[in-house]
């Protein structure tokens, strides 16, 4: 078999990358091996070397892609009045706090799906860095005229985690909704 075109590798290496975005969120970092990772892109395990130097490089780079497009922009509804802002963030809440994005941990929110896997990892990572940025990105959108965003994101983030751990449960739904209430006021 001859040799991929430089277009067809950088193919490859996007695929890889989105794929590991999102197996990461839904399973972890330690729950995917290399070869189930290139399986699931539709590669060889052989060729993962030809685009990562180590299994870490890959959670580096898919790290910063699982928050690429998210938090992009400004405060939600910062370039309208008050009221708009208020709505907007709200409509964001609903969403984010809803059962269909707890029951979509591959395609979902970085922040809740990483964050046991950047606790366990290297401090001073490529990935721990972008995480945290992503962390900063998001409060920073969560935030209104009287408060920094920390808190509703704090209470965001941990009810989805704590809603997915017990999902199954009339609790997770529970935890959706308190954390709704709370967020959304």
């Known amino acids: 078999m001859g040799r991929v075109s430089k277009e067809q590798a950088q193919e490859n290496r996007?695929?890889?990358?989105?794929?590991?975005?999102?197996?990461?969120?839904?399973?972890?970092?330690a729950g995917v091996s290399v070869a189930d990772l290139m399986k699931a892109a539709g590669l060889t395990h052989g060729g993962f070397y030809k685009h990562f130097d180590s299994k870490e490089a890959l959670v580096d780079?898919?790290?910063a892609r699982?928050?690429?497009?998210?938090?992009?922009?400004d405060k939600a509804g910062a370039d309208t009045d008050e009221d708009a802002?208020?709505?907007?963030?709200?409509?964001?809440?609903?969403?984010?706090?809803?059962?269909?994005?707890r029951d979509d941990m591959a395609g979902g929110c970085p922040t809740a799906g990483l964050a046991t896997d950047m606790a366990r990892g290297a401090t001073g990572s490529a990935a721990r860095h972008t995480y945290a940025e992503g962390v900063r990105e998001f409060a920073r959108r969560m935030a209104d005229d009287?408060?920094?965003?920390?808190?509703?994101?704090?209470?965001?983030?941990?009810?989805l985690i704590l809603a997915r751990a017990v999902n199954g449960d009339p609790?997770?739904?529970?935890?959706?909704?308190?954390?709704?209430?709370?967020?959304?006021?």
């Open 85 to 101: 802002a208020k709505d907007a963030r709200r409509a964001f809440v609903e969403n984010y706090l809803s059962p269909e994005h």
């Open 61 to 63: 780079e898919a790290t």
């Open 146 to 159: 009287d408060d920094d965003g920390l808190v509703r994101l704090s209470t965001m983030v941990g009810a």
């Open 14 to 29: 996007r695929r890889i990358v989105d794929t590991a975005s999102r197996l990461f969120r839904e399973q972890g970092t």
């Open 66 to 73: 699982a928050f690429d497009g998210v938090g992009t922009g």
């Open 171 to 185: 609790l997770s739904d529970a935890l959706l909704a308190a954390a709704r209430a709370e967020a959304s006021a």
